[in-house]
């Protein structure tokens, strides 16, 4: 089976400064860290995070190992967000506005989270994101919609 992300090798590969920005910045935010996110790949309008299986984030014994769905969900945001910030350099805030999630097969592996920017706008940005597990199967799709809530800094 073709990898999934293979599809995103046109996008450019970010600089060395970004992918450490953007790491530390993943690394050191609460939620994140307590789920386990990590950051796999970066390029430019796309980000590829990881979430490693195990007992404390699934629905518990009577799930079969199954991921909660809120922690998937968690995971297509921000691996959204990190596509985002791939576009103004990690030097903008914004917000999510909307996400919306359709779940396809049971996260019973460890998991990826593909996200890519599809719509670049002056306020609202929009990201699609492929959750696939660890034999590159369709767990679920996701569509991000973000706010800017501040303007992007111009290079004087």
């Known amino acids: 089976m073709k990898n999934h992300k293979d599809k995103y090798i046109h996008h450019t590969p970010v600089t060395d400064a970004l992918f450490a920005l953007l790491t530390a910045r993943l690394a050191n935010h609460p939620a994140n860290s307590l789920l386990g996110f990590s950051l796999e790949e970066l390029r430019e309008l796309y980000a590829c995070l990881r979430l490693t299986h195990r007992e404390a984030i699934t629905n518990g ?3 079969h ?3 909660h769905g809120g922690i998937v969900a968690a995971l297509a945001d921000t691996a959204a967000a990190f ?3 791939t576009a103004f350099e990690g030097k903008m805030s914004f917000a999510t506005v909307d996400l919306h999630i359709t779940y396809l097969s049971r996260a019973k592996s460890t998991i990826f989270a593909h996200a890519v920017v599809i719509r670049r706008g002056a306020r609202i940005n929009v990201c ?3 959750i696939t597990d660890e034999s590159d199967a369709l767990v679920a799709t996701a569509t991000v919609n973000f706010i800017l809530t501040k303007p992007p800094e111009t290079k004087s």
């Open 61 to 63: 014994p009577r799930s």
């Open 65 to 67: 190992g199954t991921i």
């Open 83 to 85: 596509a985002l910030s």
């Open 128 to 130: 699609e994101v492929k």
